[in-house]
Structure formats: C-alpha cells, structure tokens
C-alpha cells in the first residue's frame, strides 16, 4: 500500500488524483490545500469546481481511497509520492513581472516538502513550470543532510477544463520526465505503474526532465498559437467578406494541418495559454533569443487584438455610441462547461464596453459568481441576470461570448420581439444561425464573417 499526497486542491489537483484513486484502489491519496473552504467543499454535496462527470468519481472514492484535509504536514510526512499542483501564476512584480512564473507557492512547498520529510520520496511536478524548475527544485531538497533522498519528476497535465475526466480517462499520451540516473529511473517506473493501471504503455512517454517540463509550454504554444492563426484569419476574413469557418474547413480538411482547435473566436482564454507562453516568451529572452522570443509574443498580441477588434466592431456598428445602451453578455466562463473565468476574454471585452459606458446584463450558467469577483470595480453599472429571456428584455444587443449549448437552442423570435430596434447580435463563437436570425430581423455580426445588416 503506497501512500500519495497531492499538494494544491485546484482544477489540476482534485480531479487528476479522484481519477487516480478510481484507478488505483491499492493507493491511499490524500489531496492537500491550505484553502479551508476549497477542502471543505471537495467534502460535500457542491464540489469547489465544476467539471462535467466528475462528482460521480468523488463520490465513488471519497473516504475510501481518497482523502482532503488542510494538514500540509502531517501528510508530508507520510506520503510516498508527492504530487505539486499548487498555483504558478505570472509574476505581477519585480524581474520578468507580466511574463515570468511566479514560483513563491512552489518553492513554499519545496521547503515545506524538506522540513517534514523524514523518508525517501518522489515529488512530481504536476504545475506548468519554466524549464529547469526541476533543477532548483532539487536544489532546496538537497540542502540538508537528514539521509532523506527526493526524486523529482515532471509529469505535466495535458487535460482541459470541461473535458478534464474524458481526458485524464483516455489521454493522447501521459508525459514523464526524469533524471537517467538508476534512482531517477526507478522514480519513472513507479510513476508509469500508476498510470498503468489504465493507459496502455505506448502512450506513456518517458523523457529526460528538461524536455518534459518544456513539451508542456511547447504544446500549450502551438495550440494557441492556432487561435491567434485563425484569429488573425478572421480579420482579412471580415474585411474581404470570405467567411472564416469556410476557410478553416477547407484547410482543415489537409490532414498536414487537421481540423481540430481552429475555430475563431474572442480570443482564448484559460490559466495557461498566455501564461504559459509568456512564460517561453521570458525563457527565451533570458537566453539571448530575441528573435524566438518576440516569434511567440506575437500569439498573445494577436489574442489582445482579436479581443479590442470585436469590442470595436459592436461600437461602430451600433451607430459608434454605446452609451447607457443595454447589451446582454451571454457567456462570461472562458470556454463552455466550466464556471472558470481565469483569463476569459469576456473580462476584457465585458471591461472595454463599461469604459464606453455601456450598461451590462451579464448572464452565464455557471460563471456568474467569478464574474461579480472579475469585474469588482464596475460592479455599479452592471446587472447579473441567470434567465437569458428577462435578461435580454429591452436591449439593444445580445453579446454570445461563451459557447455554452443552450444559448443554440434559445427561442431568438421571442427574445428579439422583447428588445430594442434596431436590435442587435454579435456571436463571439459562431455558435448560432445566422441567416436565421438575419430574416428574424436582427443585425447580425458573427466572428470572421460578412455582416448581416438590414441598415
Ligand atoms: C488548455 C489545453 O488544451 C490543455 O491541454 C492544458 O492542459 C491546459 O490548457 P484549457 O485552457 O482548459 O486547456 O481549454 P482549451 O480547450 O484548450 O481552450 C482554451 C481557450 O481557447 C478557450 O478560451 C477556448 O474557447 C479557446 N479556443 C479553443 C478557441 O478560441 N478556438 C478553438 O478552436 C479552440
Ligand atoms: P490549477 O488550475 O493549476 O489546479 P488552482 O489555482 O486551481 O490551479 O489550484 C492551486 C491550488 O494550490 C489552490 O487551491 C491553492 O490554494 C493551493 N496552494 C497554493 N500554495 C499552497 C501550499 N503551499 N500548500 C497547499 N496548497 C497550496
């Protein structure tokens, strides 16, 4: 019976270790968080984050083989493998602020991990981290003489949010990087046995620490390095009245290039796109390669664009004035099926239209608590509004800014006989109808495609 402990309670964390605990009952895993009420509620009937199919998997565990507590200690002490996913923001301050990682949480626990240790142990870096953090990792660990040897590992997750069960359930691989030393490669092994308990051993990839750590910046680059593509597409789209999802089909359809994560958008959002790639961005500046380094800069400026693009083409269409105009945000998460709002393009776009004094009725499923904390400051001059339908009474525009399912099935007849005329609509995601909504009577504008305008 071995014991693991997961340091960090969060999207990474909780449901990586439930997958784990299903999978591996002769484990005993703990998950620890110095957040009180993220472990209280990992414990209860309302789960800190929502994630489709994932309480199910708490429920079948918890208690059994899964455990959550607030005691950072005292499970140091007596874990085998200690996973870290505590939170690695960007930094805010000092050297390398709005591009470096900030590492304060992850070298806590490293200290942390020394001062309670009294047995050999694994540690798994399971955060996005800068390459090399492995390397000062250790450093600490090392600089001590109990006679307690650590192993660090990185083993970076590649799941997304709203789909995190199906992918930890059936990944396109399981990364594992670790020293070639004997030691290092007895660390791997134990890893690899987890998760062979359900992936099948060619998709578990072993490699040298430095590239693991760097496979997940890199694959966290090119997939948004995608968006900004298509992003960027879809400006020349609009101006030249191809239609971008006719573009993006027909380059997908080149199995060089594939289909997948080329829909244009707001902009991505999430914790880890722009933080992962500004974080290359400083890696590459630190190594003198400018030239790499403003490369990649240029998917996060692109992501900037897109978002002040949309936000100017609602305003100039809507007679260049948004003043005390009513415009309902459908969609406020930054992507559908997660009440997640880190880095949502919504923040950005809902922030600009409250600088042109827009009155704003926000609604989401699941995002509306995040989105009273993201947009504090405004809190005056907006509403929250759950119901789609009383929500758009009386606006002039409807906003889609999250691709959640229902907004597709919405009756846009009787929301448009509710608003103000001319009405407008301005889908964020290219999820709905258009021509549909055109012969409704609405004013469409859709991302990367010609408008749809009765005016
Ligand atoms: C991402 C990676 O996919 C995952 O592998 C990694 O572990 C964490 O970061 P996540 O941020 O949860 O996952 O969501 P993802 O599905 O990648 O979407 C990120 C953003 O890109 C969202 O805002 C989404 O709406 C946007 N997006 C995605 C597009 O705008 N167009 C697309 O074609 C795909
Ligand atoms: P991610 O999306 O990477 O999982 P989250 O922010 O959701 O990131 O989760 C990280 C978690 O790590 C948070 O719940 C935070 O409270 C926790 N955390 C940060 N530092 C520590 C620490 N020193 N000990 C325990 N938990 C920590």
């Known amino acids: 019976m071995k014991n693991i402990l997961c340091i960090g309670a969060g999207y990474v964390g909780g449901p990586t270790m439930a997958m784990i605990a299903k999978k591996c009952p002769e484990y005993t895993i703990t998950v620890v968080d110095i957040n009180e009420d993220r472990i209280q509620k990992w414990q209860s009937d309302t789960l800190p984050i929502y ?3 994932l309480k199910p998997i708490v429920e079948e565990t918890l208690n059994k083989n899964l455990f959550f507590s607030t005691d950072v200690s005292g499970n140091i002490s007596k874990a085998d493998i200690i996973f870290v996913s505590v939170n690695t923001p960007t930094k805010t301050f000092g050297i390398g602020a709005g591009k470096a990682a900030d590492l304060q949480y992850w070298e806590k626990t490293a200290r942390q991990i020394l ?6 142990k694994i540690v798994v870096e399971k955060s996005t981290l800068p390459v090399r953090t492995a390397e000062a990792m ?9 006679g307690v040897h650590f192993e660090v590992l990185s083993n970076p997750e590649f799941l997304a949010e709203g789909t995190a069960i199906r992918d930890l359930m059936n990944p396109d691989r399981v990364l594992i990087g670790g020293h070639n030393s004997k030691s290092g490669q007895e660390a791997v092994s134990e890893l690899v046995k987890i998760y062979a308990h359900w992936v099948s051993p060619e998709k578990i990839l072993t490699t040298n620490l430095w590239s693991s750590e760097l496979s997940k910046l890199v694959a966290n680059a090119f997939l948004s390095q995608r968006i900004s593509s298509i992003n960027a597409i879809s400006a020349l789209c609009e101006a030249t009245e191809a239609d971008v999802e006719e573009v993006s089909k027909a380059i997908g359809t ?6 997948k994560f080329l829909n244009a958008s707001i902009g991505f959002g999430g914790s880890c796109f722009q933080k992962d790639i500004l974080n290359m961005v400083y890696l590459c500046e630190y190594y003198g390669l400018s030239e790499v380094a403003n490369y990649w800069e240029q998917v996060v400026f692109m992501n900037n664009y897109q978002k002040q693009r949309f936000v100017t083409r609602m305003i100039k269409s809507m007679f260049n004035t948004v003043v005390d ?4 945000i459908l969609g406020f998460a930054f992507k559908a099926n997660t009440g997640d709002t880190r880095e ?5 776009i809902c922030k600009q239209l409250l600088e042109e004094r827009a009155s704003l009725t926000i609604s989401d499923p699941k995002a509306v608590k995040n989105a009273k904390k ?3 400051q405004f809190i005056d001059q907006i509403e929250f509004e759950l119901d789609p339908y009383t929500a758009a009474t009386n606006a002039h525009a409807l906003a889609i800014l999250t691709e959640w399912e229902e907004y597709k099935s919405l009756d846009y007849k009787k929301i448009f006989d509710t608003m103000i005329k001319p009405a407008f609509i301005f889908d964020g995601r290219n999820i709905l109808d258009h021509q549909k909504l055109f012969d409704i009577g609405y004013n469409v504008y859709a991302v990367g495609k010609p408008e749809l305008s009765h005016l």
């Open 325 to 328: 105009k009513k415009i309902v």
């Open 115 to 120: 001062t309670h240790s009294n047995s050999n």
């Open 138 to 146: 250790e450093r600490i660990l090392n600089s001590h003489d109990k």
């Open 374 to 376: 993201d947009l504090e």
């Open 344 to 348: 949502s393009p919504a923040i950005d």
């Open 254 to 259: 080149d199995s060089r290039i594939g289909s």
């Open 51 to 53: 994630e489709p199919d």
